[in-house]
């Protein structure tokens, strides 16, 4: 709820038809360390219910795909599900990532925080749609309104305080 208007003294209500009851969503920020110039990537899914350990190893094999033949460094928060044993087991055998734990309690660190920070006060605001498809245009929308503007991911990362460096080459 970003904006409501009721008679003074009186609750605002909205009033909404939902026949789902909850929606996940998951989105990884890639930034090139060697090469800033190629810009940031955005990765997305969303799904009813929940994402749990066995639906984000179904993503991060997505994430593999998108960065094919890349190294990718993983800066997850403390969700259980990124740190469960059979996520442990699977990063494992993954050679490709690397995965940073961001400390407890702080998505100021995190960039997607941003991200989610931006489609909530702008394309769900307010939004009250009648099954998960209407919110999922509405998320996707601010998606794509993210990944036009080539600053926007940047500023999300800015807004951390933190920075993305070229690796150091080896002598």
Not at 28 to 51: K, M, T
Not at 68 to 77: H, K, T
Request: hydrophobic residues 45%.
């Amino acid at each position: 709820m970003r904006r409501t208007d009721a008679p003074r003294g009186h609750a605002p209500i909205m009033v909404h038809r939902l026949n789902w009851k909850r929606a996940s969503m998951a989105a990884a920020l890639g930034y090139h360390a060697a090469d800033a110039g190629r810009g940031a990537r955005l990765c997305f899914g969303l799904r009813p219910g929940r994402y749990g350990t066995e639906a984000l190893i179904g993503v991060l094999e997505q994430l593999k795909a998108f960065y094919e033949g890349e190294n990718v460094v993983l800066v997850w928060d403390g969700l259980s599900a990124h740190w469960s044993r059979a996520m442990r087991a699977w990063v494992e055998g993954q050679d490709w990532l690397t995965l940073e734990r961001l400390p407890a309690y702080a998505p100021e660190l995190n960039p997607v925080e941003m991200l989610w920070s931006s489609i909530k006060a702008r394309e769900l605001a307010n939004m009250a749609g009648d099954h998960l498809a209407d919110v999922a245009d509405a998320a996707e929308r601010g998606i794509n309104r993210v990944c036009e503007d080539d600053r926007l991911p940047w500023s999300f990362l800015a807004h951390t305080g933190l920075a993305v460096h070229s690796p150091t080459p080896h002598n």
